[in-house]
């Protein structure tokens, strides 16, 4: 599962082969984060194609994020190039976020819920 998870990630991150070991760290956290999210008697393999995927993204997530915040441009003669700048990124970050999110909606409660108090 985890050959598959980060094959996955460096495609949606476009990761090149020097940060596969940075990726491949991104994607046993966030397996490791996915699996603490299932609930008592489920396992990765009973949603296993939203598991990769939602694991998948949300180490992609990370790795966009920390790619730096300078937008990458150049000019030659008539030619320009633009790359994404770090609001880009951090935009195509929380959509994979938010991709993982929905993904394993069916699964998991939602992580940031906190009730205190509830009475009936």
Same mark, same amino acid.
């Given at each position: #599962?985890?050959?598959?998870? $980060? @094959? #996955?990630? &460096?495609? %949606? !991150?476009?990761?090149?082969? *020097?940060?596969?070991?940075? %990726?491949? %760290?991104?994607?046993?956290?966030?397996?490791?984060?996915? =699996? !603490?999210?299932?609930? &008592?008697? /489920?396992?990765?393999?009973?949603? @296993?194609? *939203?598991? $990769?995927?939602?694991?998948?993204? /949300?180490?992609?997530?990370?790795?966009?994020?920390?790619?730096? /915040? *300078?937008?990458? !441009?150049?000019?030659?003669?008539?030619?320009?190039?633009?790359?994404?700048?770090?609001? @880009? &990124?951090?935009?195509? *970050?929380?959509? $994979? =976020? &938010?991709?993982? =999110?929905?993904? #394993?909606?069916?699964?998991? !409660?939602?992580?940031?819920?906190? %009730?205190?108090?509830?009475?009936?």
């Amino acid at each position: #599962m985890e050959e598959r998870i $980060l @094959e #996955m990630a &460096r495609t %949606l !991150s476009r990761a090149g082969e *020097a940060d596969l070991p940075a %990726l491949a %760290l991104l994607c046993a956290a966030a397996q490791a984060c996915w =699996e !603490s999210r299932l609930p &008592r008697g /489920t396992t990765a393999e009973d949603c @296993e194609p *939203a598991f $990769l995927c939602a694991a998948a993204c /949300t180490a992609a997530a990370g790795f966009t994020a920390g790619q730096g /915040t *300078a937008a990458v !441009s150049f000019t030659a003669g008539d030619i320009s190039v633009r790359g994404p700048g770090g609001g @880009e &990124r951090q935009a195509a *970050a929380r959509s $994979l =976020e &938010r991709t993982a =999110e929905r993904l #394993m909606s069916p699964y998991v !409660s939602p992580g940031d819920l906190f %009730l205190k108090g509830v009475r009936g």
